[in-house]
């Protein structure tokens, strides 16, 4: 294994030009890069200051500081790529790709599956070859995926282009518009709170609609629902059946759980910079011991010591930086959050007022069936990426992948 360490600053600008093999990148609190293959001839860099050009015949292992600005030109395995604050740019990951907890990312191709999690920003994928798993998106989220999607917790707008089936899970519809087109079926929940303007086509002629206690199956090509006021506009098309329901989220209850996650974060990354702060102090009073036995001349003593408290006060103000994104982060859930249990208060009072019980949407009479489910528990990745896998190679049908999602939910239907 060969190893080799570059000096960049905190916002080095990388681009990863040739990786022959698979790449596993992760950004860690040190203004340095550290590049590991499986021999020194596989690696070539170039730098430029805090400009860097890497290239590697081999797979290969990456520190970067977590301010750094990341471009992939070329990867020909696959990439995981985690704890990243700025904006990553692909163009081609022959592979498959894993995102979790990094910044914005524009990404060309990716010819495998994709998992994303924890996206700081606008998430556009242009061409997923196989079956994507998307959760928690803070900003707009742009996708075409040529096998299965499954998106949960998806704030901002999105736009999805779907070969098979698309699932979605949105809590907090904070954007304007959803559009979502898929080859296959198309299972969408949003709160029973929202306010949005859907429009429903289905090539099969097959429409289910789950609100408000009723059902109603239509076996029509299109159908309109009303939701609020409708500040928002969604449109899912789908070359098979679509199942459209909204299902009631105590907010005040996700607004103490939130409040308490970001009390959680807050305890944890301070602990994180008072822990740092110690042992930068403490490396700090061994530095100045080991000098004064050295016979150094002052004025290099001096040198040594004024380079030593700038790279401390840096990494210092790196660690509160962390500190006040987290909380920037759990504070807009916390925002939305009493948005919506303001909303849901208010409404309650209406009702109360004028005596009765009403919801504002509209659709065709209802057809008494089954109540709407509960959210189940959730599947992991990668128990779902199996079941999406196995949808795209035809060894299983879309009812039973169905089938086997309540299962692993613990669902019946």
């Known amino acids: 294994m060969a190893t080799k360490m570059l000096v960049c600053g905190d916002r080095p600008v990388v681009t990863l ?4 093999g698979n790449l596993e990148l992760k950004g860690w609190d040190r203004p340095e890069i550290l590049l590991k293959s499986g021999s020194a001839e596989a690696l070539d860099v170039q730098q430029d200051g805090e400009r860097v050009l890497i290239s590697c015949s081999q797979d290969l292992m990456a520190r970067l500081p977590q301010e750094a600005r990341l471009t992939i030109e070329r990867i020909d395995g696959g990439a995981h790529i985690k704890y990243l604050e700025q ?9 498959s790709l894993e995102l979790r907890d990094v910044g914005p990312v524009d990404a060309e191709h990716v010819a495998g599956n994709l998992i ?6 606008d998430l556009k994928m242009a061409s997923v070859g196989g079956n994507a798993v998307v959760r928690d998106v803070e900003g707009a989220c742009s996708l075409e ?6 998106g ?4 901002g707008d999105v736009h999805a282009i779907v070969g098979g089936n698309a699932r979605l899970r949105l809590a907090l519809l904070l954007g304007k518009h959803y559009q979502v087109a898929a080859g296959g079926e198309i299972h969408c929940r949003i709160p029973d709170d929202a306010s949005v303007n859907v429009s429903l086509t289905s090539g099969a002629q097959s429409i289910q609609v789950r609100i408000g206690g009723e059902y109603s199956k239509l076996n029509q090509s299109s159908h309109q629902v009303t939701l609020g006021d409708g500040q928002a506009d969604m449109k899912l098309t789908a070359g098979g059946g679509i199942v459209f329901e909204s299902q009631e989220v ?3 209850e996700q607004l103490d759980l939130h ?3 970001a009390d959680q974060v807050a305890e944890q990354v301070e602990s994180e910079v008072r822990t740092h702060s110690a042992m930068l102090d403490e490396q700090m009073e061994e530095l100045q011991r080991r000098l004064s036995g050295m016979n150094l001349p002052g004025v290099e003593v001096d040198r040594i010591l004024e380079r030593t408290r700038q790279a401390t006060e840096r990494s210092n103000q790196r660690a509160q930086e962390k500190l006040r994104r987290a909380q920037d982060r759990m504070q807009r859930k916390i925002e939305a959050a009493a948005r919506k249990a303001e909303l849901k208060a208010r409404a309650a009072e ?13 659709w065709r009479p209802a057809v008494p069936g089954e109540p709407p489910r509960p959210e189940p528990p959730q599947v992991s990745d990668e128990e779902r990426l199996m079941i999406l896998r196995m949808l795209q190679e035809k060894k299983i049908s879309v009812a039973e992948a169905e089938q086997l999602l309540a299962a692993l939910e613990g669902r019946s239907d």
Do not use: H, M, Y
């Open 17 to 20: 030009e040739v990786i022959r």
């Open 87 to 95: 904006e990553v740019t692909i163009e081609n990951i022959a592979g």
């Open 116 to 121: 994303v999690k924890r996206i700081a920003g």
């Open 145 to 150: 995926v040529g096998g299965e999607l499954d």
């Open 152 to 155: 949960r917790d998806l704030e």
């Open 250 to 252: 105590d907010w005040g």
């Open 259 to 261: 409040a308490e996650l």
């Open 350 to 362: 209406r009702r109360s007022r004028s005596g009765g019980f009403a919801w504002n949407f509209e």
